[in-house]
Antibody
Framework: QLQLQESGPGLVKPSETLSLTCTVS??????????WGWIRQPPGKGLEWIGS???????YYKPSLKSRATISVDTSKNQFSLKLSSVTAADTAVYYC?????????????WGQGTLVTVSS | EIVLTQSPATLSLSPGERATLSCRAS??????LGWYQQKPGQAPRLLIY???NRATGIPARFSGSGSGTDFTLTISSLEPEDFAVYYC?????????FGQGTKVEIK
């Protein structure tokens, strides 16, 4: 059974860099049949796609976040990561990692449980 | 950026009733429209992809229809576990976007 688990600090100071890691278990991050992504949800609000990565390292970002977001993959650890620089209170959200699969025509079919990141001094 | 507008914001229904949720796109997304269910404290779960295909393990009471700019998610007979928030998402154009959600609550 595939599982995704987000990890990282729950509290980040304004202007600093948010760093999260998603560990994939029960499947290989290097499969050609998957893409991996990050989505966030501010408290009480809707979902926002941040960006996606392929095991080869190809990345796609939401344009409004592209200047601050970096997604990377570590196939040796079966992990992918998100870094978001110069954070403000508006970046406070639950951050989810998720998989896109060929078998579901590239929709987000598996999600991590999410991790709340609060930006505050 | 494609804007997805969901209606209504809240739907108050009783178990056993039929639920009809709408998602309208600001421009055509062809059939690249998906629906997710989210319960409090949980991650979203994929229900429908490509407008009308049920994801693995999703009960037949969930169905999706539409193409272009107008889409519908129908729950034929609400079960207690179906009361949740539902989001639509498009993957026709970068950046992918989500609707603001429809809450299906118990009347």
């Amino acid at each position: 059974q595939l599982q995704l688990q987000e990890s990282g600090p729950g509290l980040v100071k304004p202007s600093e860099t948010l760093s999260l890691t998603c560990t994939v278990s029960g499947g290989s991050i290097s499969s050609t049949s998957y893409y991996w992504g990050w989505i966030r949800q501010p408290p009480g609000k809707g979902l926002e796609w941040i960006g996606s990565i392929y095991y080869s390292g190809s990345t796609y970002y939401k344009p409004s976040l592209k200047s601050r977001a970096t997604i990377s993959v570590d196939t040796s650890k079966n992990q992918f990561s998100l870094k978001l620089s110069s954070v403000t209170a508006a970046d406070t959200a639950v951050y989810y990692c998720a998989r896109r699969a060929y078998s579901s025509n590239w929709w987000f079919d598996y999600w991590g449980q999410g991790t709340l990141v609060t930006v505050s001094s | 950026e494609i804007v997805l507008t969901q209606s209504p914001a809240t739907l108050s229904l009783s178990p056993g009733e039929r639920a009809t949720l709408s998602c309208r796109a600001s421009q055509s997304v062809s059939s690249y429209l998906g629906w997710y269910q989210q319960k409090p404290g949980q991650a979203p779960r994929l229900l429908i992809y490509d407008a009308s295909n049920r994801a693995t393990g999703i009960p037949a009471r969930f169905s999706g229809s539409g193409s272009g700019t107008d889409f519908t998610l129908t729950i034929s007979s609400l079960e207690p576990e179906d009361f949740a928030v539902y989001y639509c998402q498009q993957r026709s154009n970068w950046p992918w976007t989500f609707g603001q959600g429809t809450k299906v609550e118990i009347k």
